[in-house]
């Protein structure tokens, strides 16, 4: 079944969801010292194949030591209709912000998910990748695609501040 993105006709779907790295270093996990953990993505595409691929790297670490201790990449393949129709000028491929809005929230889903099924039975067991806000986490990791919006609350907060000065 293919999803449908608003008044535009983009067609989409999973293709593939693939674990390609976890690693555990169990002996620097330190029982009662915080885990706090990022997260990156890195993206690649096949026109020939309208496949788009998005994989999420999660990294656990001790708030006070950078040292990896657990990490795990999911690689997320959506097939998107007609892919080339969102190359720009550039050859970036550029969605509307709702696409990218929902194939972040299906790959951090399925990032914890399956992050969650290999941490069972170690120290981190516990440990969970937070709940965050799929449109938030995409803006972190397109900022272009998100740059106008932005632009325009910066507008917004200095004029409240020119705003709020001018009245002292």
Same mark, same amino acid.
């Given at each position: 079944?293919?999803?449908?993105?608003?008044?535009?006709?983009?067609?989409?779907?999973?293709? +593939?969801? /693939?674990?390609?790295?976890?690693?555990?270093?169990?002996?620097?996990?330190?029982?009662?010292?915080?885990?706090?953990?990022?997260?990156?993505?890195?993206?690649?595409?096949?026109?020939? #194949?309208?496949?788009?691929?998005?994989?999420? /790297?999660?990294? %656990?670490?001790?708030?006070?030591? #950078?040292?990896?201790?657990?990490?795990?990449?999911?690689?997320?393949?959506? %097939?998107?209709?007609?892919?080339?129709?969102?190359?720009?000028?550039?050859?970036?491929?550029?969605?509307?912000?709702?696409?990218?809005?929902?194939?972040?929230?299906?790959?951090?889903?399925?990032? /914890?998910?399956?992050?969650?099924?290999?941490?069972?039975?170690?120290?981190?067991?516990?440990?969970?990748? +937070?709940?965050?806000?799929?449109?938030? +986490?995409?803006?972190?990791?397109?900022?272009?695609?998100?740059?106008?919006?932005?632009? +325009?609350?910066?507008?917004?907060?200095?004029?409240?501040?020119?705003?709020?000065?001018?009245?002292?």
């Amino acid at each position: 079944m293919a999803n449908k993105i608003q008044d535009e006709e983009i067609l989409y779907n999973i293709n +593939a969801i /693939r674990q390609i790295l976890f690693f555990i270093n169990e002996p620097l996990i330190s029982q009662g010292k915080d885990v706090v953990s990022s997260i990156n993505a890195k993206t690649g595409f096949n026109l020939e #194949s309208n496949l788009y691929n998005l994989t999420l /790297r999660v990294l %656990f670490h001790h708030n006070d030591d #950078s040292r990896e201790l657990a990490v795990t990449e999911v690689e997320n393949v959506f %097939f998107i209709q007609d892919l080339k129709k969102h190359l720009n000028e550039k050859d970036e491929l550029v969605f509307p912000k709702i696409l990218y809005v929902q194939l972040v929230g299906l790959a951090i889903s399925h990032t /914890r998910a399956l992050f969650t099924q290999r941490l069972a039975g170690t120290a981190l067991q516990n440990v969970l990748i +937070a709940i965050m806000n799929p449109y938030e +986490a995409a803006k972190s990791f397109f900022p272009k695609s998100f740059e106008n919006e932005v632009k +325009a609350k910066a507008a917004i907060v200095n004029a409240k501040l020119r705003k709020s000065v001018s009245k002292k």
